[in-house]
């Protein structure tokens, strides 16, 4: 099967390409490579060297004698968009590609309008594509948690049962998200499910939640396949911080009082799902959406969890309460339901000491790339 990974220079991206590829798929990699550009613009760099795109794609050639096509681009400009895929002819269509900080969508104004362009935008166009020329492709289109928000309530994946005044009906479960990144994975889920109505085309949202890790069975085979792993405050996420954190002698930073919990899972989960998800296609005329994390964690516990594991290879590791430079509930209800991809037959890879320990040495590996004024959040959601 032919699949287009859109997004595929990224974290996510790069790991679920190559996983594809070692299972015998026909893998294409469509990415403008903005990520870096960003990334140069912040004045930060991920803890790991990553190698241009052309020498790893170069080098799982020479390792597996399999290719990659390669596609540099922006899916906001729908002639390239159009152009790639009919020259590909993909049969699913993988679409990591969008500006996914929460923190950078709110810098300020153009940073939020350019977020939700991108993002919307290019999802949108992707849509379009598909409805003029592969309208039997299945697209598998990253979403978030972060969607759902914290009700105080259970999570259901994607739907709720509502009976009111005496009626009954199942309706897109309700979307309270924190940042205008996460609202713009709102709006895209509203233009799946209205594409998917009205053009009978088929879709999967994949509801993410904080992914951690980044050794991969594919990215740990070579130097030059090493994925990104993020740390500054503006792209790093909570637990790949804290490892990086707890390697480098800075406190962990825990926003607030760290009650805030969210759904979690290992990169090598991540791939897993996305293989799940393609295997197993969504209906035509459906909008699928399953919640993809395999535990839930309070942001405080985490950090106690990477405090005792440094603390048993012999790091000094403090945990500094930070005043939240976001708006969020700080203690609150969180249940939501995972059960989907576990019906499909993924078998996840808990949260773990030995986890936990090779994430810290790696981490002290290439603890010297790492710039620490980098570290502190720097962007605030209040006025
Ligand atoms: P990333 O920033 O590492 O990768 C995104 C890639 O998309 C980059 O290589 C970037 O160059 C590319 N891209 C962005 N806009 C593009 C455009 N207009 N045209 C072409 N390419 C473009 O991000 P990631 O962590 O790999 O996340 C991938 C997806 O998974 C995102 O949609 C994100 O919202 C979702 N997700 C990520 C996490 C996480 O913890 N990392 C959790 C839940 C969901
Ligand atoms: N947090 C801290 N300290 C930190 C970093 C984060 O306390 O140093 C807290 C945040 O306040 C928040 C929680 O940890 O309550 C998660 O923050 P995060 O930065 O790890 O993750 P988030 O901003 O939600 O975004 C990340 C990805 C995004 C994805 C999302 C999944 O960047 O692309 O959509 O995780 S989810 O959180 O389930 O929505």
Redesign the pocket.
């Known amino acids: 099967m032919k699949v287009l990974v859109i997004g595929g220079d990224g974290y996510c991206g790069w790991a679920t390409a190559l996983h594809l590829s070692n299972k015998g798929y026909e893998v294409g990699i469509l990415d403008s490579l903005v990520r870096r550009y960003w990334d140069l613009k912040l004045g930060s760099d991920t803890l790991t060297p990553i190698a241009p795109i052309e020498h790893r794609l170069q080098r799982w050639n020479e390792l597996t004698g399999k290719s990659i096509d390669l596609f540099v681009g922006d899916i906001t400009d729908y002639a390239f968009l159009s152009k790639t895929l009919r020259e590909f002819e993909p049969e699913t269509i993988v679409h990591f590609g969008?500006q996914?900080?929460?923190?950078y969508s709110m810098i300020d104004r153009e940073h939020a309008v350019f977020t939700q362009v991108n993002n919307v935008v290019g999802t949108l166009n992707i849509l379009y594509a598909m409805k003029e020329d592969f309208p039997d492709s299945h697209l598998v289109k990253?979403?978030?948690?972060?969607?759902?928000g914290t009700p105080n309530i259970d999570i259901e994946e994607g739907y709720i049962t509502i009976e009111h005044n005496g009626r009954k009906d199942t309706l897109p479960y309700p979307k309270q998200?924190?940042?205008f990144?996460?609202l713009s994975?709102v709006h895209d889920s509203h233009n799946i499910h209205f594409a998917c109505k009205i053009w009978g085309l088929r879709a999967t949202d994949l509801?993410?939640?904080?992914?951690y890790g980044v050794l991969t069975e594919e990215t740990g085979m070579d130097e030059l396949l090493i994925n990104r792993l993020?740390y500054d405050?503006v792209?790093?996420?909570?637990?790949?911080?804290?490892c990086i954190?707890a390697a480098t002698g800075h406190p962990?930073?825990?926003?607030?009082k760290?009650g805030?919990t969210?759904?979690?899972l290992d990169i090598r989960d991540t791939v897993r799902c996305m293989e799940l998800a393609i295997a197993n296609p969504a209906e035509s005329g459906q909008l699928r959406v399953f919640n993809q994390?395999t535990e839930m964690f309070s942001?405080?516990d985490?950090?106690m969890m990477v405090k005792k594991a440094g603390v048993s290879i012999g790091l000094d590791v403090e945990i500094e309460n930070?005043e939240?430079?976001?708006v969020?509930l700080?203690e609150h209800y969180f249940n939501a339901k995972n059960t989907k991809l576990l019906d499909l037959g993924l078998q996840p890879h808990y949260l773990s000491d030995s986890l936990l320990d090779s994430l810290l040495n790696f981490a002290t590996k290439y603890k010297n790339r790492v710039d620490t004024q980098q570290?502190l959040?720097k962007v605030q959601w209040r006025r």
Request: hydrophobic content about 30%.
């Open positions: 969008e996914r900080s929460a923190p990253l979403g978030t948690m972060g969607e759902y998200p924190g940042s990144y996460h994975k509801n993410q939640g904080v992914v993020d405050g792209f790093g996420t909570a637990l790949n911080r804290f954190q962990l930073t825990v926003y607030g760290g805030q969210r759904g979690f994390f942001i405080g985490l950090a930070l939240n430079p976001r969020e700080e570290i959040p």
